[in-house]
């Protein structure tokens, strides 16, 4: 069984600071892939990072980047220089690789607000 | 097309009716999933096809929930005698292969009266 954590409901940062939204996941699965998605207030889901568990480098994309502990099982997303667009729902989602025949689990979420 | 399209995009239903709520995924994607997600809250798993295997209809919540997919091609998911407490999102998502990103469509919002 696949689970995801994300211990955070509700984070605030200032325009331009950097913030890190946590997740910690378990499985049993050796493979696994782990995603963020953000949602904007208008419900769409957007794919931000991927990471993979035997990659060996963080993903990073723009400025987002994924702080991969794979010992501690934590996949915490980084996003640099906030800008108000940010603000929006962050979820965290992870799929086992070597079943072949795995789904996607969610988080329950971190709605991130940034402030001018 | 070139995204995952859902219809409707909005259903307002009387309580006990039927409805069906339809997914296109994108073309190529074996892996199509459906989620629930009531308002404010996280994605709540329903059911995942992946091509032509059996499905994982483990977070169904009721029997009267049901969903079909013929092949890598659309799919329905039905709910059978609504409730009000199945008012919610309704989002599909497919993706290409396990280690890639999932789509998603943008929903069909449900609301039963």
């Known amino acids: 069984a696949q689970k995801i954590t994300q211990t955070q409901p509700g984070m605030f940062v200032q325009e331009k600071e950097a913030v890190t939204l946590d997740c910690t996941y378990d499985?049993?699965?050796?493979?696994?892939?782990l995603f963020w998605y953000k949602q904007p207030s208008s419900g769409e889901m957007i794919f931000l990072i991927y990471?993979?568990?035997?990659?060996?480098q963080n993903a990073t994309e723009g400025r987002y980047s994924l702080n991969f502990q794979k010992a501690r099982k934590s996949a915490n997303l980084v996003i640099s220089a906030s800008q108000l667009g940010d603000s929006a729902m962050y979820f965290c989602?992870?799929?086992?690789?070597?079943?072949?025949?795995?789904?996607?689990?969610f988080g329950k979420g971190t709605m991130l607000l940034v402030s001018p | 097309g070139a995204g995952v399209s859902q219809s409707p995009s909005n259903k307002v239903t009387e309580k006990g009716k039927d409805v069906e709520l339809r997914c296109d995924p994108i073309?190529?994607?074996?892996?199509l999933y459906w989620y629930r997600q009531r308002l404010g809250q996280g994605l709540e798993f329903l059911i995942y096809?992946?091509?032509?295997?059996?499905?994982?209809k483990s977070g169904l919540p009721s029997d009267r929930f049901s969903a079909e997919r013929t092949g890598e091609s659309v799919s329905t998911l039905t709910i059978q005698r609504t409730q009000q407490e199945d008012s919610a999102v309704y989002l599909c998502?497919?993706?290409?292969?396990?280690?890639?990103?999932?789509?998603f469509g943008q929903g069909t919002r449900l609301t039963v009266v």
């Open positions: 998502a497919s993706s290409r292969q396990v280690n890639t990103e999932a789509f």
């Open positions: 499985t049993s699965d050796p493979s696994y892939g």
């Open positions: 990471q993979g568990s035997y990659d060996q």
């Open positions: 989602a992870m799929r086992a690789l070597n079943s072949g025949y795995s789904t996607l689990t």
């Open positions: 073309s190529g994607h074996t892996a």
């Open positions: 096809f992946q091509g032509n295997s059996a499905p994982d």
